[in-house]
């Protein structure tokens, strides 16, 4: 596939893996967004939870396919292959505030793993 693309495989689907994440992961939270993540060997991976709180389903599903396009081309940044789930805490969010806290996200775990990779020499 493509630099670009998001396919099938990039997809956190099951029940089970976002339970799985939410208990054995990390959290990173902002201001308008959680995200749940972990390591992983394959390719990064991305699930999208966006409750009934946040509003009508036109309105969640307008937010889950920004945070799915702010995931596909912003994916190549990401320090490590990680599973992701991102959690919208506020109904007002934009686009650019869904990039903006993801480059966030990525800064912030980039800068960790330099960290911890000082400390291991």
Do not use: C, Y
């Amino acid at each position: 596939m493509g630099t670009f693309s998001f396919s099938r495989a990039e997809r956190i689907r099951s029940r089970k893996e976002f339970q799985g994440l939410k208990s054995k992961g990390a959290v990173f939270k902002t201001r308008k967004l959680v995200f749940n993540f972990a390591a992983t060997t394959g390719p990064s991976r991305l699930g999208v939870v966006a409750t009934k709180k946040m509003g009508n389903a036109v309105f969640r599903n307008r937010i889950k396919r920004w945070l799915r396009e702010a995931f596909r081309l912003n994916k190549q940044a990401m320090a490590r292959p990680m599973d992701l789930v991102i959690v919208p805490r506020v109904s007002e969010l934009s686009f650019a505030d869904i990039e903006q806290d993801l480059r966030f996200f990525q800064q912030w775990h980039r800068e960790k793993n330099e960290k911890n990779a000082h400390r291991a020499h």
